[in-house]
Protein backbone atom coordinates (compact mmCIF):
# COMPACT_ATOMS: atom_id res chain seq x y z
CA UNK A 1 0.00 0.00 0.00
CA UNK A 2 0.98 3.71 -0.48
CA UNK A 3 0.39 6.90 0.87
CA UNK A 4 1.56 10.55 0.85
CA UNK A 5 1.45 12.92 3.20
CA UNK A 6 1.77 16.93 2.79
CA UNK A 7 3.06 18.96 5.64
CA UNK A 8 0.70 22.09 5.58
CA UNK A 9 -2.48 22.79 3.94
CA UNK A 10 -1.59 25.85 3.48
CA UNK A 11 1.77 28.08 2.43
CA UNK A 12 2.20 31.73 1.50
CA UNK A 13 4.91 33.28 0.49
CA UNK A 14 5.92 36.61 -1.18
CA UNK A 15 6.20 37.05 -4.59
CA UNK A 16 9.45 36.40 -5.62
CA UNK A 17 10.31 34.31 -2.72
CA UNK A 18 10.90 30.39 -2.49
CA UNK A 19 8.30 27.98 -2.98
CA UNK A 20 8.87 24.80 -0.70
CA UNK A 21 5.95 22.29 -0.61
CA UNK A 22 6.32 19.54 1.42
CA UNK A 23 5.77 15.37 0.27
CA UNK A 24 6.56 12.46 2.03
CA UNK A 25 5.67 9.08 0.94
CA UNK A 26 5.17 5.27 2.35
CA UNK A 27 5.66 2.61 0.27
CA UNK A 28 5.84 -0.77 0.25
CA UNK A 29 7.21 -1.49 -3.49
CA UNK A 30 9.73 0.86 -5.73
CA UNK A 31 7.08 4.31 -6.22
CA UNK A 32 6.48 6.62 -8.98
CA UNK A 33 5.87 10.16 -7.29
CA UNK A 34 3.89 12.76 -8.78
CA UNK A 35 2.79 16.61 -8.61
CA UNK A 36 0.39 17.91 -9.73
CA UNK A 37 -1.54 21.41 -9.91
CA UNK A 38 -5.46 22.48 -9.51
CA UNK A 39 -6.23 26.26 -10.35
CA UNK A 40 -9.49 26.36 -9.30
CA UNK A 41 -12.35 25.35 -11.29
CA UNK A 42 -10.22 23.49 -13.44
CA UNK A 43 -8.79 19.52 -13.42
CA UNK A 44 -5.31 18.44 -12.31
CA UNK A 45 -2.44 19.14 -14.08
CA UNK A 46 0.92 17.38 -13.71
CA UNK A 47 3.66 19.50 -13.05
CA UNK A 48 6.58 16.81 -13.09
CA UNK A 49 7.04 13.06 -11.96
CA UNK A 50 9.78 10.48 -10.57
CA UNK A 51 10.06 7.36 -12.22
CA UNK A 52 12.85 5.95 -10.90
CA UNK A 53 15.24 7.31 -13.10
CA UNK A 54 17.22 11.10 -12.35
CA UNK A 55 16.54 11.97 -8.19
CA UNK A 56 15.98 15.57 -9.31
CA UNK A 57 13.35 15.93 -11.75
CA UNK A 58 12.41 19.24 -13.80
CA UNK A 59 8.96 20.20 -14.79
CA UNK A 60 6.69 22.88 -15.88
CA UNK A 61 6.37 26.44 -15.23
CA UNK A 62 10.32 26.11 -13.00
CA UNK A 63 9.18 24.05 -10.97
CA UNK A 64 11.38 21.05 -9.21
CA UNK A 65 11.23 18.28 -7.01
CA UNK A 66 14.25 15.66 -5.65
CA UNK A 67 13.56 12.53 -5.12
CA UNK A 68 15.01 11.57 -1.46
CA UNK A 69 14.72 7.87 -0.37
CA UNK A 70 16.49 7.95 3.03
CA UNK A 71 14.39 10.93 3.93
CA UNK A 72 11.41 9.21 1.99
CA UNK A 73 10.51 12.35 0.79
CA UNK A 74 9.59 14.63 -2.67
CA UNK A 75 9.49 18.15 -2.19
CA UNK A 76 8.19 20.53 -4.78
CA UNK A 77 10.69 23.86 -4.87
CA UNK A 78 10.22 26.61 -7.16
CA UNK A 79 12.88 29.36 -7.15
CA UNK A 80 11.02 32.37 -7.29
CA UNK A 81 7.32 32.85 -6.85
CA UNK A 82 4.89 34.34 -9.35
CA UNK A 83 1.30 35.49 -8.78
CA UNK A 84 -0.11 33.04 -11.24
CA UNK A 85 1.82 29.88 -9.18
CA UNK A 86 -1.43 30.74 -6.95
CA UNK A 87 -3.00 27.05 -6.52
CA UNK A 88 -4.01 23.71 -5.20
CA UNK A 89 -1.13 21.65 -5.53
CA UNK A 90 -1.11 17.48 -4.67
CA UNK A 91 1.20 15.30 -4.28
CA UNK A 92 0.78 11.36 -5.37
CA UNK A 93 2.36 8.09 -5.36
CA UNK A 94 1.80 5.05 -7.18
CA UNK A 95 3.51 1.39 -7.36
CA UNK A 96 5.87 1.00 -10.72
CA UNK A 97 3.75 -1.26 -12.76
CA UNK A 98 1.61 -0.45 -15.09
CA UNK A 99 -2.32 0.06 -13.85
CA UNK A 100 -1.20 1.14 -10.24
CA UNK A 101 -3.87 3.48 -8.87
CA UNK A 102 -2.68 7.09 -8.05
CA UNK A 103 -3.15 7.79 -4.08
CA UNK A 104 -3.30 11.46 -3.28
CA UNK A 105 -2.31 13.79 -0.99
CA UNK A 106 -4.70 16.21 0.98
CA UNK A 107 -3.17 18.74 -1.05
CA UNK A 108 -1.85 22.04 0.01
CA UNK A 109 -3.19 25.60 -0.63
CA UNK A 110 -0.18 27.67 -2.20
CA UNK A 111 -1.40 31.90 -1.50
CA UNK A 112 1.45 33.93 -3.09
CA UNK A 113 1.61 37.75 -1.49
CA UNK A 114 2.21 40.58 -4.08
CA UNK B 1 -9.48 19.53 -28.99
CA UNK B 2 -10.00 18.34 -25.28
CA UNK B 3 -8.13 15.60 -24.42
CA UNK B 4 -11.09 14.31 -21.36
CA UNK B 5 -14.06 15.57 -21.70
CA UNK B 6 -16.85 15.42 -19.30
CA UNK B 7 -20.41 16.35 -19.66
CA UNK B 8 -22.23 17.74 -17.53
CA UNK B 9 -20.30 20.27 -16.04
CA UNK B 10 -22.29 21.27 -13.17
CA UNK B 11 -25.42 19.14 -11.85
CA UNK B 12 -27.88 20.46 -9.41
CA UNK B 13 -30.60 17.58 -8.37
CA UNK B 14 -32.58 16.90 -5.55
CA UNK B 15 -32.01 13.80 -3.15
CA UNK B 16 -33.31 10.74 -4.10
CA UNK B 17 -33.01 11.46 -8.18
CA UNK B 18 -31.10 9.32 -10.64
CA UNK B 19 -27.96 10.88 -12.81
CA UNK B 20 -25.36 10.36 -14.80
CA UNK B 21 -21.93 11.79 -15.64
CA UNK B 22 -20.06 10.75 -19.34
CA UNK B 23 -16.66 11.18 -19.77
CA UNK B 24 -14.82 10.13 -22.79
CA UNK B 25 -10.89 10.66 -23.71
CA UNK B 26 -9.71 10.63 -27.56
CA UNK B 27 -5.82 10.27 -26.45
CA UNK B 28 -6.07 6.82 -27.11
CA UNK B 29 -5.05 5.59 -23.21
CA UNK B 30 -6.48 1.78 -21.89
CA UNK B 31 -6.88 2.98 -18.74
CA UNK B 32 -9.88 5.64 -17.18
CA UNK B 33 -10.84 6.54 -13.83
CA UNK B 34 -13.12 7.98 -11.79
CA UNK B 35 -12.36 10.34 -9.10
CA UNK B 36 -14.08 12.46 -6.41
CA UNK B 37 -12.98 15.13 -4.97
CA UNK B 38 -14.80 16.14 -1.84
CA UNK B 39 -15.53 20.00 -0.51
CA UNK B 40 -11.57 19.89 1.57
CA UNK B 41 -10.03 18.85 -1.84
CA UNK B 42 -9.39 15.80 -0.68
CA UNK B 43 -9.47 13.57 -4.08
CA UNK B 44 -10.14 9.99 -3.63
CA UNK B 45 -9.87 7.18 -6.48
CA UNK B 46 -13.33 5.35 -6.99
CA UNK B 47 -13.14 3.16 -10.18
CA UNK B 48 -10.39 2.58 -12.72
CA UNK B 49 -11.04 0.15 -16.18
CA UNK B 50 -8.85 -0.89 -18.57
CA UNK B 51 -9.79 -1.66 -21.83
CA UNK B 52 -13.67 -2.32 -20.81
CA UNK B 53 -12.75 -4.47 -17.95
CA UNK B 54 -13.17 -2.83 -13.95
CA UNK B 55 -9.72 -3.30 -12.07
CA UNK B 56 -10.06 -1.12 -8.95
CA UNK B 57 -13.37 -0.49 -7.08
CA UNK B 58 -12.76 1.63 -3.77
CA UNK B 59 -15.36 0.39 -1.63
CA UNK B 60 -18.05 2.56 -3.39
CA UNK B 61 -21.66 2.21 -2.45
CA UNK B 62 -23.21 0.04 -5.35
CA UNK B 63 -25.62 3.25 -5.41
CA UNK B 64 -22.66 3.96 -8.17
CA UNK B 65 -22.24 1.71 -10.93
CA UNK B 66 -19.78 2.71 -13.82
CA UNK B 67 -20.28 1.53 -17.45
CA UNK B 68 -17.35 1.25 -20.38
CA UNK B 69 -18.64 1.04 -23.49
CA UNK B 70 -15.62 0.97 -25.19
CA UNK B 71 -12.15 2.12 -24.36
CA UNK B 72 -12.76 6.07 -24.66
CA UNK B 73 -15.59 5.96 -22.77
CA UNK B 74 -16.44 5.54 -18.92
CA UNK B 75 -19.34 6.45 -17.63
CA UNK B 76 -20.88 6.72 -14.17
CA UNK B 77 -24.64 6.75 -13.20
CA UNK B 78 -25.68 7.19 -9.51
CA UNK B 79 -28.90 6.04 -8.34
CA UNK B 80 -30.84 7.10 -4.99
CA UNK B 81 -28.41 10.58 -4.57
CA UNK B 82 -27.99 11.44 -0.81
CA UNK B 83 -26.47 14.90 -0.02
CA UNK B 84 -23.31 13.79 0.76
CA UNK B 85 -22.74 12.56 -2.76
CA UNK B 86 -22.29 16.43 -3.51
CA UNK B 87 -18.62 16.65 -4.74
CA UNK B 88 -16.94 17.37 -8.03
CA UNK B 89 -16.52 14.25 -9.75
CA UNK B 90 -13.19 14.11 -12.01
CA UNK B 91 -12.53 11.29 -14.62
CA UNK B 92 -8.67 10.88 -15.65
CA UNK B 93 -7.18 8.49 -18.43
CA UNK B 94 -3.32 7.12 -18.09
CA UNK B 95 -1.22 4.76 -21.00
CA UNK B 96 -0.34 3.45 -17.69
CA UNK B 97 2.83 5.45 -17.30
CA UNK B 98 1.55 6.55 -14.25
CA UNK B 99 0.72 9.82 -15.41
CA UNK B 100 -3.01 11.08 -15.33
CA UNK B 101 -4.55 13.20 -17.68
CA UNK B 102 -7.71 14.69 -15.76
CA UNK B 103 -11.28 16.10 -16.93
CA UNK B 104 -12.10 19.47 -16.32
CA UNK B 105 -14.41 17.83 -13.66
CA UNK B 106 -18.57 17.48 -12.63
CA UNK B 107 -19.72 19.59 -9.88
CA UNK B 108 -23.04 17.65 -8.68
CA UNK B 109 -24.80 19.29 -5.96
CA UNK B 110 -27.19 17.40 -4.48
CA UNK B 111 -30.28 19.50 -2.41
Known amino acids: AQSVTQLGSHVSVSEGALVLLRCNYS??????LFWYVQYPNQGLQLLLKYTSAATLVKGINGFEAEFKKSETSFHLTKPSAHMSDAAEYFCAVSGSRGNEKLTFGTGTRLTIIP | DTAVSQTPKYLVTQMGNDKSIKCEQN?????MYWYKQDSKKFLKIMFS???????INETVPNRFSPKSPDKAHLNLHINSLELGDSAVYFC??????????FGEGSRLTVL
Open chain 1, 27 to 32: SSVPPY
Open chain 2, 27 to 31: LGHDT
Open chain 2, 49 to 55: YNNKELI
Open chain 2, 92 to 101: ASTLNTGELF
